[in-house]
C-alpha cells in the first residue's frame, strides 16, 4: 500500500539558512499535519490543512509557514534557522470522515535536519 | 487541556512473552481516539492500534491489543508474543474528536526491549 512519502529524508543546513519540506500524502486522503520531534522527545504538532485551508496550528514558529497544494501535497517552509530546529519532522495524512479510523493520521518516514 | 501520561520509561521483556505498556490520559472531551505509535530505532512512526471511546470492545489488532478503561482513562497496550523486532520506543496518543482540533497529543513514549 502507498505511504505518505518525505522528501528530502536528510537535511543539512547552516544558521539563518532556509530549507523547505515536502510531504506527498497517502493518495486519497486530504488532510495534512506536520510534527517536530526533538532529539528524546515526543512529537509536536506544528500544524495540519485540510482540503487546502490551515486547519489548525500548534506551536509552530513565526519563521515557518506552510501550505497544501491543488494536489494535496504539502509543503513547510522554515526560514532563518536555529540550531534549535535540528528536529525529525514528520508529516502525516488521514482520510476523510466518516467510520471508525478515519481520524488515524499515518506518518511519512520523516525528515531528519540538521542545523550546523 | 489534553494530556497523555507514561510512566514506564523503560521496559524490558523476553521473548514470546506479552508485556503490557502503559497509558492514562485526560481530557474534558466525551469524544475522542486514542492511538499507539511504534517508532523503531530507524525513525519512522508506525501506526498500530486506535481506540474510539465510544467503542464498546477493546481494539486488537494482530499480537496488539488495546486494554481500555474509560472510567480509569487508561488506554494500556498489550503485546502478546514479544518477538525480537518489537524493541522499539512506543508512543500513546490522544486526539479529541469534538473540539475541532485535529493535532495528535503524545505522550513521552516507553522503550520496549526485547531479550532473547
Known amino acids: 500500500a502507498a505511504g505518505v512519502i518525505q522528501s528530502p529524508r536528510h537535511l543539512i543546513k547552516e544558521k539563518r539558512e532556509t530549507a523547505t519540506l515536502k510531504c506527498y500524502p497517502i493518495?486519497?486522503?486530504?488532510?495534512v499535519y506536520w510534527y517536530q520531534q526533538g532529539p528524546g522527545q515526543d512529537p509536536q504538532f506544528l500544524i495540519s490543512?485540510?482540503?487546502?485551508?490551515?486547519?489548525d496550528k500548534g506551536s509552530i514558529p513565526d519563521r515557518f509557514s506552510a501550505q497544501q497544494f491543488s494536489d494535496y501535497h504539502s509543503e513547510l517552509n522554515m526560514s532563518s534557522l536555529e540550531l534549535g530546529d535540528s528536529a525529525l519532522y514528520f508529516c502525516?495524512?488521514?482520510?476523510?470522515?466518516?467510520?471508525?479510523?478515519?481520524?488515524?493520521?499515518?506518518f511519512g518516514p520523516g525528515t531528519r535536519l540538521l542545523v550546523l | 487541556a489534553q494530556k497523555i501520561t507514561q510512566t514506564q520509561p523503560g521496559m524490558f521483556v523476553q521473548e514470546k512473552e506479552a508485556v503490557t505498556l502503559d497509558c492514562t490520559y485526560d481530557?474534558?472531551?466525551?469524544?475522542?481516539?486514542l492511538f499507539w505509535y511504534k517508532q523503531p530505532s530507524s525513525g519512522e512512526m508506525i501506526f498500530l492500534i486506535y481506540?474510539?471511546?465510544?467503542?464498546?470492545q477493546n481494539a486488537t489488532e494482530g499480537r496488539y491489543s488495546l486494554n481500555f478503561q474509560k472510567a480509569r482513562k487508561s488506554a494500556n497496550l498489550v503485546i502478546s508474543a514479544s518477538q525480537l523486532g518489537d524493541s522499539a520506543m512506543y508512543f500513546c496518543?490522544?486526539?479529541?474528536?469534538?473540539?475541532?482540533?485535529?493535532?495528535?497529543?503524545f505522550g513521552t513514549g516507553t522503550r520496549l526491549l526485547v531479550s532473547p
Open positions: 496518543a490522544m486526539r479529541e474528536l469534538n473540539t475541532g482540533f485535529q493535532k495528535l497529543v
Open positions: 490543512f485540510y482540503e487546502k485551508m490551515q486547519s
Open positions: 481506540q474510539g471511546s465510544y467503542d464498546e
Open positions: 493518495p486519497r486522503h486530504d488532510t
Open positions: 481530557t474534558s472531551d466525551q469524544s475522542y481516539g
Open positions: 502525516a495524512s488521514s482520510r476523510p470522515g466518516g467510520g471508525p479510523g478515519q481520524e488515524t493520521q499515518y
